[in-house]
């Protein structure tokens, strides 16, 4: 079953390592404009869960539908091949710990290459469209930069842009400012707020808890490879269902 008004939907999720279960029947939607924060420990399946959605990683059972379309299966019922993989992947924006620029091409260039190379769109277009979201991360004057010369909280936010600029129906975001310096995270969470502000669907791995209470239309709270709780924020931090939700939450309060 599918729910026609998800924009994703991940259905009976489950994924080993070895013995290791990671995942165990992970089921959720996010439906068009959410802003959905997932929390949960170190070694929780947090990162596992959005590398399995895109199918960075094949799940062992269950499925994942964006917009109704079966992600990692395609029709004739056999495993996508890395062409059709790639072409799908390009509906889902993914925003990475680290920031994954490719060094050999400008800050333009980052946001054109797959908007042009894979889905194939006219450059003149696509390069205005990528100016205009340069203009929106605050990095216009960075344009014909190589990444080398930015600050991590600058190649995050070109990492942003350069997701949006493949007009995602998705974005996943995986801990985007847990590897950049303390005075560099608010830029990039400003960049986020802005962008949960719009209505863009959006599911963010995260362990900034202020950003996750005033941002997310909903918290997914993970342990051991299960969704344990999920509701809204001024639930799940004020009166969480579950006692392990609540240590968690005491855990990051006590800083
Ligand atoms: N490719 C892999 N092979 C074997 N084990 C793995 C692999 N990837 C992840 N794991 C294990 O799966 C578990 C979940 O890892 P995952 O990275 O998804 O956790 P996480 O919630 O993202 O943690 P963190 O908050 O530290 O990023 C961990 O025990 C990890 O060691
Ligand atoms: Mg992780």
């Known amino acids: 079953m599918t729910n026609d008004m998800a924009v ?3 259905a009976g999720i489950s994924k080993r390592f070895g013995d290791l279960q990671v995942l165990s029947d992970i089921s959720f939607t996010v439906t068009r404009g959410e802003t959905v924060c997932v929390l949960g420990p170190s070694g929780s399946g947090k990162s596992t869960l959005l590398r399995c959605i895109n199918w960075l990683e094949r799940p062992d059972a269950g499925q994942i539908y964006l917009n109704g379309d079966r992600i990692g299966i395609n029709n004739g019922g056999v495993v996508m091949s890395d ?5 799908v992947r390009t509906r889902i924006g ?3 710990q680290h920031f994954a620029l490719w060094p050999h091409l400008t800050v333009l260039q980052n946001l054109m290459e797959a908007p042009v190379q894979v889905q194939r769109r006219p450059a ?4 205005e469209e990528a100016m205009a979201l340069l203009a929106k991360v605050g990095l216009s004057d ?3 930069v190589f990444p ?5 909280g600058q190649k995050q936010r070109v990492g942003i842009a350069r997701a949006l600029a493949m007009k995602p129906d998705v974005l996943l975001f995986d801990e985007p400012t847990s590897a950049l310096d303390p005075e560099l995270v608010g830029e990039v969470l400003l960049v986020m707020r802005e962008l949960a502000r719009e209505g863009r669907t959006m599911v963010i791995v995260t362990h900034e808890m202020g950003f996750a209470r005033d941002a997310a239309t909903r918290i ?3 342990d051991r490879g299960r969704v344990v709780e999920t509701g809204p924020p001024e639930r799940f931090f004020v009166s969480p269902d579950t006692e392990r939700a609540r240590q968690f939450i005491q855990r990051y309060a006590a800083g």
Do not use: N, Q
């Not at 003149?124 to 390069?127: T, Y």
């Not at 080398?148 to 991590?152: I, K, N, Q, V």
């Open 94 to 96: 993914m925003v990475f």
């Open 220 to 222: 997914l709270f993970m």
């Open 148 to 152: 080398a010369r930015l600050s991590g």
């Open 83 to 87: 062409r059709e993989l790639s072409r």
């Open 8 to 10: 994703l939907d991940v």
């Open 124 to 127: 003149a277009e696509v390069r």
């Open 142 to 144: 960075k344009a014909d």
